[in-house]
């Protein structure tokens, strides 16, 4: 059983900048996909940000230039640099871990809140 965990939400400024962290406990073994998603008030859950076990990345639109994915695999950890913070990326922010197994699997922390005052 996996499960993951997120750390560094909170308040900040918009225009400055916060960094996530996600740690993963358990073992994960093969193909995966460590990932950031988000959920704002009366909005959906959207893509953040992805990074798969081969460093591949994909950001969403809203977010290219200014968040930056990366991972320790060492430590099945993923960050999230989030710069040039807007009022509206404020949201709760998921960490996501998908497994490329036969049958696949995903799981899902309890995530974050990232405030952005203006």
């Known amino acids: 059983q996996v499960q993951l965990v997120e750390s560094g939400g909170g308040l900040v400024q918009a225009g400055g900048s916060l960094r996530l962290s996600c740690a993963a406990s358990?073992?994960?073994?093969?193909?995966?996909?460590m990932g950031w998603y988000r959920q704002a008030p009366g909005k959906q859950r959207e893509l953040v940000a992805t990074?798969?076990?081969?460093?591949?990345?994909d950001y969403a639109d809203a977010v290219k230039g200014r968040f930056a994915i990366s991972r320790d695999s060492a430590k099945n950890t993923v960050y999230l640099q989030m710069d040039s913070l807007k009022p509206e990326d404020t949201a709760v922010y998921y960490c996501?871990?998908?497994?490329?197994?036969?049958?696949?699997?995903?799981?899902w922390g309890r995530g974050t809140q990232v405030t952005v005052s203006s």
């Open positions: 996501k871990l998908d497994l490329f197994s036969i049958p696949p699997y995903d799981y």
């Open positions: 358990g073992s994960i073994f093969g193909n995966n996909r």
């Open positions: 990074i798969t076990s081969g460093f591949k990345t």
